[in-house]
């Protein structure tokens, strides 16, 4: 199994590709998608799935692209429905110029098995709301992916609508159980540990709290 991560765009978000032999599954491909057909077509492969952590607008905006040049099934939770219908207005907000395209067919990944198999690689469903309502983590053999949920140095963001900062606090707790040396690929910025990530996302949790005399 191989993994590579397919970086940009203005927020400088991460997609990344996982393939084994022929078969490859994207996860969160917010742009670049011409980069991310010809890595297809280069190494010949069969993208099975794109498969996404959650449903902002930069982390969507190169789904339809792709599912219209490949065979792929999307994958993301129906709660992200409305994440997903915002796009172009939070695409405006944030001042990114191209429009998204919505995906509006999807498999719902709260109704699958929480361990699933896609052309030989097994995927651990992990729901960890609280950036999102329907955001997902992703456990593949000793890597997780973590979309906004951790990222290396800080959590990802509870304010933007839809967002629950006691869930995502939640969210982290359990990521807590889980082995610490996991390899995270989250949706921004660079790979850490799991453990050092947590480490670092509740000591920027506990002095974001107000202080009280």
């Given at each position: 199994?191989n993994?590579s991560?397919?970086?940009?765009?203005p927020w400088?978000?991460?997609?990344?590709?996982?393939t084994?032999?022929?078969?490859?599954?994207l996860i969160?491909p917010g742009?670049?998608s011409q980069?991310i057909?010809?890595a297809?077509?280069?190494?010949c492969?069969?993208l099975?799935?794109?498969?996404n952590?959650h449903g902002h607008f930069d982390h969507?905006?190169?789904v339809?692209?792709?599912?219209?040049?490949?065979?792929?099934?999307?994958?993301?939770?129906?709660?992200?429905?409305?994440?997903?219908?915002?796009?172009n207005?939070m695409r405006?907000?944030?001042k990114s110029?191209?429009?998204?395209?919505?995906?509006?067919?999807f498999s719902?990944?709260?109704v699958m098995?929480?361990?699933?198999?896609?052309?030989?690689i097994?995927?651990?469903?992990v729901?960890?709301?609280g950036?999102?309502?329907g955001?997902?983590?992703?456990?593949v053999?000793?890597?997780?992916?973590?979309?906004?949920?951790?990222l290396?140095?800080?959590?990802?963001?509870a304010?933007?609508p839809g967002?629950?900062?006691?869930?995502l606090?939640?969210s982290?707790?359990?990521?807590?159980?889980?082995?610490r040396?996991l390899v995270?690929h989250?949706?921004?910025g660079?790979d850490s540990?799991?453990?050092?990530a947590l480490?670092?996302s509740i000591?920027?949790l506990?002095s974001s709290?107000p202080?009280h005399?």
């Amino acid at each position: 199994m191989n993994i590579s991560r397919i970086g940009g765009g203005p927020w400088k978000q991460n997609s990344f590709l996982i393939t084994l032999d022929s078969s490859a599954i994207l996860i969160d491909p917010g742009g670049q998608s011409q980069a991310i057909l010809e890595a297809l077509d280069n190494d010949c492969l069969t993208l099975l799935a794109i498969i996404n952590t959650h449903g902002h607008f930069d982390h969507i905006g190169a789904v339809q692209d792709i599912l219209d040049r490949t065979q792929s099934t999307f994958y993301i939770s129906a709660q992200e429905v409305p994440i997903m219908n915002t796009t172009n207005l939070m695409r405006f907000i944030f001042k990114s110029k191209e429009k998204v395209r919505i995906p509006k067919i999807f498999s719902d990944l709260d109704v699958m098995p929480r361990k699933t198999n896609f052309g030989g690689i097994s995927f651990e469903l992990v729901p960890t709301p609280g950036h999102t309502p329907g955001g997902y983590c992703f456990i593949v053999g000793e890597h997780i992916f973590s979309g906004d949920t951790v990222l290396s140095s800080m959590p990802g963001s509870a304010e933007l609508p839809g967002g629950d900062l006691q869930k995502l606090a939640n969210s982290l707790s359990f990521l807590q159980t889980l082995p610490r040396d996991l390899v995270l690929h989250p949706g921004h910025g660079r790979d850490s540990s799991l453990g050092d990530a947590l480490d670092a996302s509740i000591r920027w949790l506990e002095s974001s709290r107000p202080q009280h005399d």
